[in-house]
């Protein structure tokens, strides 16, 4: 690491956690019949039996431990302070990988796959796939500061000068999920002459928060009539997935963020409800995420204050409209590699032709793909959820990439 970066491990000082506990202790929870009903959100019970683990038996300090078993430093990037985390790479030559994580996400969703990618060889890979991997929190989240303005775009010109101006790499790799995928898309776009390639977890088009109804998943599109019956139902059920939050976040994040930041109970909720609705756990939500789990990435939010500035960033996505760097097509001109997992799957869409669905789409078009891929388990959380997965597809994107 370059000598003018200074460790900063992460440290939540005892007086905030003891504020955090206190604010538990006096959750007030709704009352009344009805509250346990799924179809309104997430359950009285579930919540309640959360918000008392949290206060009576979470231990932050064995979670901020595991943390610190990796490298963190803090550097201001243009203006921004920006923390990462970083795990060296061991092989005979690591190339520079930089993870973007999403929303509801924090840096720590990647923690299950760093050390195999770092260090392959120790995991049944080759050395030669190793990578020194970079994972900063996304500006406005968690333990980096931010800018009113900045959106998915602008978090990739802070990304460029992250990896270049700060770390000194003229070239490396990219890789990221959710709203992390198009800021990694970006970098695939703007920078892509310095890019060994991109990896991510969906194909959105960079335009996806465009237009007057940018909060909107379907653009104002009503349901196609004639639908199959199944089909008609998944496309409700996709939209109930990922409506609100969309619409929330784009048109009023301030007035959410209100409430979400004086009490960690509503915090806890709002990010639950994600959790628990885009990943693959089959009714069984600790199957994925264990109470401690939830909690840390909970906590990460809660301590640091960022869960309004976190969902600011979807406005930003649409009040500052993507516009491209140069008219070349694909936009996205770094090799691009893509992982689908089943869950996510669009409605009427099985995994067999996930990929077949996608590359027949004006979303193909976009990127220049050298390695798509469907699996049949996992969810919105795919570094999480199915990590081997996500493992295989990435090497297999980079492999002879230097």
């Not at 009503?222 to 990922?242: C, M, S, T």
């Not at 004086?262 to 939500?285: C, K, T, Y």
């Not at 669905?357 to 919105?380: C, E, K, P, Q």
Request: with cysteine.
């Amino acid at each position: 690491m370059p000598a003018s970066l200074t460790p900063a491990p992460i440290r939540v000082d005892d007086e905030v956690l003891d504020d955090l506990r206190r604010r538990l202790r006096h959750t007030r929870l709704p009352e009344g019949p009805g509250y346990d009903d799924p179809h309104y959100g997430v359950g009285r019970r579930q919540l309640a039996e959360l918000v008392e683990y949290w206060r009576d038996g979470f231990d932050w300090r064995k979670a901020e431990a595991a943390m610190n078993a990796y490298e963190h430093y803090r550097a201001d990037v243009d203006g921004v302070p920006i923390h990462f985390m970083r795990r060296p790479g061991t092989g005979p030559a690591p190339r520079p990988l930089i993870l973007s994580h999403g929303w509801p996400w924090t840096f720590w969703h990647w923690s299950k796959v760093i050390d195999p990618l770092a260090d392959p060889a120790s995991y049944g890979g080759s050395p030669d796939d190793a990578f020194d991997v970079i994972v900063p929190s996304l500006p406005g989240f968690g333990f980096s500061g931010t800018r009113p303005d900045l959106n998915y775009w602008k978090t990739a010109d802070l990304w460029h000068e992250l990896m270049t101006g700060v770390l000194g790499h003229a070239r490396y790799a990219a890789a990221g999920c959710d709203v992390g995928a198009l800021v990694t898309g970006q970098l695939g776009h703007k920078y892509a002459a310095s890019l060994l390639g991109i990896h991510i977890g969906s194909g959105q088009k960079l335009t996806f928060f465009n237009g007057d109804r940018g909060w909107d998943l379907s653009g104002g599109r009503p349901i196609p009539e004639g639908l199959p019956q199944d089909v008609h139902r998944q496309v409700l059920a996709f939209e109930k997935r990922f409506a609100v939050h969309l619409a929330a976040h784009v048109l009023a994040p301030h007035t959410l963020a209100f409430g979400l930041t004086d009490s960690p109970a509503g915090l806890l909720a709002w990010i639950l409800e994600r959790w628990a609705a885009w990943s693959d756990h089959g009714g069984d939500l600790e199957t994925v995420f264990s109470k401690d789990d939830l909690l840390t990435h909970a906590t990460i939010y809660w301590v640091t204050g960022t869960i309004g500035t976190s969902m600011r960033m979807y406005a930003n996505n649409n009040r500052y409209p993507w516009s491209p760097s140069h008219e070349r097509t694909p936009a996205v001109q770094a090799p691009t590699g893509l992982t689908f997992v089943a869950y996510e799957n669009p409605p009427g869409v099985t995994t067999d032709r996930r990929v077949e669905h996608f590359m027949s789409s004006d979303r193909a078009g976009w990127y220049n793909l050298v390695n798509v891929t469907a699996h049949d388990h996992g969810g919105h959380f795919i570094p999480w959820e199915a990590p081997q997965a996500w493992i295989d597809d990435l090497r297999r994107t980079f492999r002879d990439r230097h």
